[in-house]
């Protein structure tokens, strides 16, 4: 099982930013895949998720309504738009794999995060 996250950088409150995971062809076919943050003195936080096809996706309250998450298994690829960027979304991003998708689901593998920043 092989991700890659990718697409942080610094924004402003209430800009947007487009992260990308790159998942091995095998992940996308038997896994959910999703986002978690780790933040500095922080627990992790579970953020979304999406199954298979028929896909259904799974958003953190935190986030509900401001981040929208979508696949392409042709490209095998996973994305997360976030919008209306708040400091407190500061994080590092990891896209992983999930058994399934809800508030109580474990990571099971995950790659090098990327480094989100919304500050003024």
């Known amino acids: 099982v092989q991700l890659q996250a990718s697409g942080g950088g610094l924004v402003q409150p209430g800009g947007s930013l487009r992260l990308s995971c790159a998942a091995s062809?095998?992940?996308?076919?038997?896994?959910?895949i999703g986002w978690f943050r780790q933040a500095p003195g922080k627990e992790r936080e579970g953020v979304s998720c999406?199954?298979?096809?028929?896909?259904?996706?799974w958003y953190a309250d935190s986030v509900k309504g401001r981040f929208t998450i979508s696949r392409d298994n042709r490209k095998k690829a996973v994305y997360l738009q976030m919008n209306s960027l708040e400091p407190e979304d500061t994080a590092v991003y990891y896209c992983?794999?999930?058994?399934?998708?809800?508030?109580?689901?474990?990571?099971?593998?995950w790659g090098q995060g990327t480094q989100v920043t919304v500050s003024s």
């Open positions: 062809a095998f992940a996308m076919d038997y896994y959910a």
């Open positions: 999406i199954t298979g096809s028929p896909p259904t996706t």
């Open positions: 992983a794999t999930y058994q399934m998708c809800g508030s109580g689901s474990l990571p099971g593998a």
